[in-house]
C-alpha cells in the first residue's frame, strides 16, 4: 500500500480544514496515514469541493497520498470514503491530499523544515 517516497506517517488528531462536510472530514481524525517525509511551508493547491476555487496559501502541512489514504479510509469509514469517491477523487490532476502540522502528530519518518516553492520567477523567466 505504501506510494513511493511517502514512507513517513502521521495520525490525524483534528478535524482538517476544507469544504468537504464536516463530518467527512472528522472520519479522518485518529487515522494513521502515509506522508511524504519532509514537511513544512509550502503553498498548497487546495481545490474548494464547494466553491470550485483554488486556494493558494502558505500553510506547514503534510502531504498524504490520495489513493492510499482514501483504502485507509474505507477500512474504518467506509462512507466517509464513498462520499470522496462520489466527488471525484482520488484526483486524476492532484494526487495528494495536504493535512496542516496542527492537524496531525507525526508518527515516524517526517521531518520539519523550510520548503521553497520553484516559481518560474524564481526560475528567472517570468513567461514560462
Not at 482520488?90 to 496542527?102: A, H, R, W
Amino acid at each position: 500500500m505504501k506510494s513511493s517516497g511517502a514512507t513517513g506517517r502521521v495520525k490525524v488528531t483534528k478535524i482538517p480544514r476544507g469544504e468537504a462536510p464536516e463530518e467527512i472530514r472528522a472520519a479522518w481524525v485518529g487515522l494513521v496515514l502515509p506522508c511524504y517525509p519532509t514537511a513544512g511551508y509550502i503553498t498548497g493547491a487546495e481545490i474548494g469541493l464547494e466553491s470550485g476555487r483554488v486556494r493558494k496559501d502558505r500553510r506547514e502541512c503534510v502531504i498524504v497520498p490520495q489513493k492510499e489514504a482514501l483504502k485507509i479510509l474505507a477500512d474504518s469509514h467506509p462512507a466517509a470514503a464513498r462520499w470522496w469517491n462520489d466527488h471525484g477523487f482520488p484526483l486524476s490532476f492532484l494526487t495528494n491530499f495536504s493535512f496542516g502540522v496542527d492537524e496531525v502528530i507525526i508518527v515516524s519518518g517526517v521531518r520539519l523544515q523550510k520548503l521553497v516553492e520553484v516559481t518560474d520567477e524564481i526560475r528567472g523567466d517570468p513567461h514560462r
